[in-house]
């Protein structure tokens, strides 16, 4: 039942106890992880998230790899409140259904 949320599939598993940071313009949100994946810690986190991913061009997640190496994941974002508001609209249940 979820909307407006921030889901990444790392490329590969990061170290444990190591932190995943994503970095949206000059905005810096710590995420919580597990093995390949990371999300916004709670809805207030993705509500800022979704809202700094509107105005920029680009976002980039950051950690360390199992094996110690630093990774960094760049996605462009050009299209991207286009993208979440066809979302949305796509994810409205019609009057009557439940």
Same mark, same amino acid.
């Given at each position: 039942?979820?909307? *407006?949320?921030?889901? =990444?599939? @790392?490329?590969?598993?990061?170290?444990?106890?190591?932190? =995943?940071? @994503? !970095?949206? *313009?000059?905005?810096? %949100? @710590?995420?919580?992880?597990?093995? !390949?994946? +990371?999300?916004?810690?709670?809805?207030?986190?993705?509500? +800022?998230?979704? +809202?700094?991913?509107?105005? +920029?061009?680009?976002?980039? =997640?950051?950690?360390?790899?199992?094996?110690?190496?630093? %990774? &960094?994941?760049?996605?462009? @974002?050009? *299209?991207? &409140?286009?993208?979440?508001?066809? &979302? &949305?609209? *796509?994810? =409205?249940?019609?009057?009557?259904?439940?």
């Amino acid at each position: 039942g979820g909307r *407006g949320q921030l889901h =990444v599939h @790392l490329r590969e598993r990061k170290r444990r106890g190591v932190p =995943v940071m @994503l !970095a949206i *313009g000059d905005r810096r %949100f @710590l995420l919580a992880s597990g093995g !390949a994946e +990371a999300w916004a810690p709670d809805a207030a986190g993705d509500a +800022a998230i979704v +809202a700094a991913m509107r105005g +920029a061009s680009s976002m980039s =997640v950051e950690s360390v790899t199992t094996a110690g190496r630093p %990774f &960094a994941d760049t996605y462009r @974002l050009h *299209g991207a &409140a286009t993208a979440i508001d066809a &979302a &949305a609209l *796509g994810c =409205v249940t019609p009057p009557g259904v439940r």
